[in-house]
């Protein structure tokens, strides 16, 4: 099984601060279609997931553009450029090139 | 995209339960669809997938043999049958409908129901 690790496992941003969370996978999500099958995730409280970002870097129509994704292979990071009280919540990476694996999460909170 | 889960409870170990999705808002055949589970205060595991149409299964190791995933691209309902049901099978169960429309699975979620709540105690 593929084991995603994610870093940090909080935050504490002030608004209009940027946020990093990184992520890492125990084996390459790149699949011999040239796709990369990782997909980032938030969970606000009480709410479902939402989906923000899929192979990567692709934006999920309505995500604001504050949110980008990069990585290749292995080790993949979401950025918020300028954090906002409507951020908060557990960030979740997410691999598919191999049935699906989550990360443990990464829980964003406004100082 | 609307996703509705129904058919969570309290079940005593070893016990039986069906959730049902019900679907709307889009052409249910032609997706994948997904369960995933979040244990209290824990996070997001994967469970089951099935192909649109139906034709392939996907089971975590940690339900195999145990919970059976089906649909009924008639009635636009995505089913998760559960035996044997353990404590540790307790959990908030989502279905998802994947994010692009596939004879097989593409397997990232584009849409999330808001889940069925399952305890398993005696």
């Known amino acids: 099984d593929i084991v995603m690790t994610q870093t940090p496992l909080s935050l504490s941003v002030t608004p209009g601060q940027p946020a990093s969370i990184s992520c890492k996978s125990s084996?390459?999500?790149?699949?011999?279609?040239?796709?990369?099958?990782l997909f980032w995730y938030l969970q606000k409280p009480g709410q479902s997931p939402q989906l923000l970002m899929y192979e990567v870097s692709s934006r999920f129509p309505g995500v604001p553009d504050r949110f980008s994704g990069s990585g290749s292979g292995t080790d993949f990071t979401l950025k918020i450029s300028r954090v906002e009280a409507e951020d908060v919540g557990v960030y979740y990476c997410?691999?598919?090139?191999?049935?699906?694996?989550f990360g443990g999460g990464t829980k964003v909170e406004i100082k | 995209v609307q996703l509705v889960e129904s058919g969570g409870g309290v079940i005593q170990p070893g016990g039986s339960l069906r959730l049902s999705c019900a679907a709307s808002g889009f052409t249910f055949s032609r997706y994948a669809m997904t369960w995933v589970r979040q244990a209290p205060g824990k996070g997001l595991e994967w469970v089951s997938a099935?192909?649109?149409?139906?034709?392939?299964?996907y089971y975590a190791d940690s339900v195999k043999g145990r919970f059976t995933i089906s649909r009924d691209d008639s009635k636009d309902t995505l089913y998760l049958q559960m035996s044997s049901l353990r404590a540790d099978d307790t959990a908030l169960y989502y279905c998802g409908k994947d994010l692009w429309e596939t004879n097989s699975w593409y397997g990232g979620i584009g849409s999330w129901g808001q889940g069925a709540l399952v305890t398993v105690s005696s």
């Open positions: 997410m691999q598919g090139i191999n049935r699906l694996t």
């Open positions: 084996q390459s999500l790149l699949h011999s279609d040239g796709k990369t099958y």
């Open positions: 099935i192909g649109g149409g139906g034709g392939s299964t």
